[in-house]
């Protein structure tokens, strides 16, 4: 009887230990964790902090990040390259029902912080204040400006799909966009342009820790734009006040997407990023976080024409 009962009782353990949960359970307790994340590119300087943190509070784990357009990180997410992607926008339902029909699951991704795009002129432009239809007819090319134009690649951009998407409304840029091959490219061909504007994610011009960012940024200026939700005649530059109280026009949110269906690496990358240290980690980089209710008060906007 003795002999039946621990044959029993090994299949029991040998079915245990090649059970799914328990290959995912032995991923997890690999002390030297490893995981790849794509991230878009113009959310490089948060969340090279974010990363950095991560890391240095979690010594067992090493996050390999790459940055580049908003389209390869989603081709990464298709080609099983990456478990987790940090966009500006949220999966459509057809990206959903097209990874539930493939892998079985729909990835989880949700909004944890707001982010704004910057409009920048060079920092001796006598011209840096526009309403939204002087952006448009910029980007369009309709605009009688004589005004260099920069934007942030000539690919599928996060900064180049919000342009279309919300000043243009789906329609195409004019001709004369000078399309840099990154966000610094960007800041340094506004820098040497007289008269040029550009188009970049704010937190490569407003983070208040790097030294070399503030060294960059001297050399141009944030333009003011037309206020929503406010006066007539007011223009407002992006920051956490405008962004909160959606005054700011050009507004996007900075979202994750993590296809993981077990409490992986991914997950515990997802929370350190939802709970406090790493949205502090937006708030410092003066982005908006998103799920902790910092305290905000209303103020009024002094800056116009």
Excluded at 87 to 108: A, N, Q, V
Excluded at 215 to 222: H, I, N
């Amino acid at each position: 009887m003795n002999k039946w009962n621990f044959l029993i009782a090994g299949f029991i353990f040998f079915a245990a230990c090649n059970s799914p949960a328990s290959k995912n359970e032995n991923k997890d307790s690999q002390k030297d964790s490893t995981i790849s994340i794509s991230i878009d590119e113009s959310f490089k300087p948060v969340m090279e902090e974010q990363v950095k943190v991560f890391q240095s509070s979690f010594p067992d784990t090493k996050v390999l990040a790459e940055y580049k357009p908003e389209a390869e990180c989603l081709k990464d997410l298709d080609k099983d390259s990456t478990k987790i992607i940090i966009i500006s926008r949220e999966l459509s339902k057809t990206e959903t029902s097209h990874f539930s029909s493939t892998i079985g699951y729909k990835p989880e991704f949700a909004k944890i912080a707001e982010d704004a795009v910057a409009v920048i002129v060079n920092a001796e432009s006598p011209d840096s204040t526009f309403t939204i239809e002087e952006l448009k007819a910029l980007l369009s090319g309709s605009s009688n400006k004589n005004m260099p134009i920069a934007i942030d690649g000539n690919t599928a951009t996060s900064t180049v799909r919000y342009l279309k998407d919300s000043l243009l409304n789906g329609g195409a840029f004019g001709k004369k966009i000078t399309g840099a091959k990154n966000s610094e490219e960007l800041i340094n061909y506004i820098a040497a342009t007289r008269g040029a504007i550009g188009f970049v994610g704010i937190s490569w011009i407003t983070n208040p820790q790097s030294n070399q960012q503030q060294e960059t940024v001297s050399r141009v200026k944030m333009a003011l734009i037309e206020c929503k939700n406010c006066d007539k005649d007011v223009f407002a530059r992006p920051s956490q006040q405008t962004i909160t109280f959606e005054q700011y026009p050009l507004v996007r949110g900075l979202y994750y997407v993590l296809k993981e269906n077990y409490a992986g690496l991914g997950s515990r990358l997802v929370q350190f990023l939802t709970t406090e240290r790493g949205q502090l980690i937006f708030r410092r980089a003066l982005l908006v976080p998103t799920k902790i209710n910092f305290d905000s008060r209303r103020t009024n906007i002094k800056e116009s024409k």
